[in-house]
C-alpha cells in the first residue's frame, strides 16, 4: 500500500504533491494529507525544491556582486542540506554546483561510506564563495571560489558524531578507502577535484568546482 502511495505520489508531484498550493482542494479530499505522509518517509528532504531540485534545501540569494573584477555571481543560492545530508556551513553556490555536490553525495558519498558510524550525516564544509585568486597567490587567475562555482569540504560527518576527515584519514585503513571511493566519485559530477595528491594546498581537504574543462574533468 505504501509503495503504492509513493508511485501515485511521485506521478503526481508536480500538482498535489508539490507544496502548499493545492491545500484546499486537498484537504477537500483528504488524500493530500496521506501523501505527505508517504512523502515524509521517504528520503526526500522537508522544505525541498530549491533550484528547481527537490533534494535541495536552502533559500535564493540572487546577485552576489564581485569586489574585483571577474568575481561574483548571478543566481546563488545559500545552500543547506542536499539529499538530506546537512552542510556544516550555509554555502553560498550557483545551482549547477549545488546539483554537482548532490549528485556527489548520492552516488559517492553515501555509498563510499556506508554503514559506518551509522552513515553520513553531514559535510564539513570549509569554503564556497570567496572573492579571491586561486589558492589566495598575488597575481593568479580568479579561483572558481569567486564565481561561486566550488565548494571546499574538509570531512564528512558521520551519524555517532564522528567524522572521516582529509587530513587525518586520507590514505589511512577504513577510512582513508572512503575518502578514495569519494574522492573518485566526484569527478564526473564536477569538473575540477583536488585532494591531497594535487598540492600542498590541497593536504587538509577536497576542493570541488564545476568548470569547464576541455577533454573532461580534472581530478588530482
Ligand atoms: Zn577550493
Redesign the pocket.
Known amino acids: 500500500m505504501k509503495n503504492w502511495v509513493v508511485v501515485g505520489c511521485v506521478l503526481l508531484a508536480l500538482g498535489a504533491c508539490g507544496g502548499g498550493r493545492d491545500k484546499a482542494a486537498g484537504e477537500k479530499s483528504g488524500v493530500r494529507k496521506l501523501m505527505t505522509k508517504a512523502f515524509s518517509d521517504s528520503d526526500v528532504p522537508e522544505g525541498g525544491g530549491l533550484c528547481g531540485d527537490p533534494y535541495l534545501v536552502g533559500e535564493v540569494v540572487g546577485n552576489v556582486p564581485g569586489r574585483i573584477s571577474g568575481c561574483g555571481l548571478e543566481n546563488a543560492v545559500r545552500l543547506q542540506s542536499v539529499a538530506g545530508i546537512e552542510l556544516s556551513q550555509t554555502a553560498t553556490i550557483n545551482c549547477e554546483t549545488a546539483k554537482a555536490l548532490k549528485d556527489w553525495v548520492q552516488t559517492g558519498a553515501q555509498p563510499a561510506v556506508g554503514k559506518q558510524g551509522g552513515g553520513l550525516s553531514g559535510l564539513r564544509v570549509v569554503?564556497h564563495y570567496a572573492c579571491r585568486t586561486r589558492n589566495n597567490q598575488p597575481g593568479a587567475k580568479i579561483?572558481e571560489?569567486g564565481r561561486g562555482k566550488?565548494i571546499?569540504i574538509a570531512a564528512v560527518q558521520l551519524a555517532d558524531g564522528s567524522e572521516i576527515s582529509v587530513l587525518n584519514d586520507w590514505g589511512k585503513g577504513k577510512k582513508g578507502k572512503a575518502l578514495g571511493k569519494m574522492h573518485a566519485a566526484a569527478c564526473g559530477p564536477f569538473g575540477t577535484v583536488l585532494g591531497p595528491n594535487s598540492d600542498r594546498h590541497h593536504k587538509d581537504h577536497f576542493?570541488f568546482?564545476t568548470a569547464n574543462h576541455r577533454g573532461g574533468s580534472y581530478c588530482r
Do not use: F, Q, R
Request: a negative charge; hydrophobic letters at 30%; zero cysteines.
Open positions: 569554503a579561483s571560489h566550488a571546499d576542493h568546482d
